[in-house]
Nanobody, 115 residues
Framework: QVQLVESGGGLVQAGGSLGLSCVASESIFNFDYMGWYRQAPGKQRELVAASLNGGGTHYSDSAKGRFTISRDNAKNTVFLQMNSLKPEDTAVYSC?????????WGQGTQVTVSS
């Protein structure tokens, strides 16, 4: 099973930026998509952004225009650049690899946006 290791979370003021990284233990070409999800306290986990194996991307409405997902296939790494952060972006952000109906998850990294 693939291992996913996230890094880059932390505390930032509203309006600031953070970048997250997710390194996979195998080629990310093996997966239909690589995604970033988040879960805030008391809320369901939601997909924030996805990078499709064919090159496309998908963003949630809340992420559009502020977040950018990218990938470095040679380094088996997926990135999430988050700009113009808001307090409501506070959550645990998890990297996911999806293939054949199965998600594999990283351990998650906390992002806290102060007002």
């Amino acid at each position: 099973q693939v291992q996913l290791v996230e890094s880059g979370g932390g505390l930032v003021q509203a309006g600031g930026s953070l970048g997250l990284s997710c390194v996979a233990s195998e080629s990310i070409f093996n997966f239909d998509y690589m995604g970033w999800y988040r879960q805030a306290p008391g809320k369901q986990r939601e997909l924030v952004a996805a990078s499709l194996n064919g090159g496309g991307t998908h963003y949630s409405d809340s992420a559009k225009g502020r977040f950018t997902i990218s990938r470095d296939n040679a380094k088996n790494t997926v990135f999430l650049q988050m700009n113009s952060l808001k307090p409501e972006d506070t959550a645990v952000y998890s990297c996911a690899a999806f293939s054949r109906g199965i998600h594999s998850w990283g351990q998650g990294t906390q992002v806290t946006v102060s007002s």
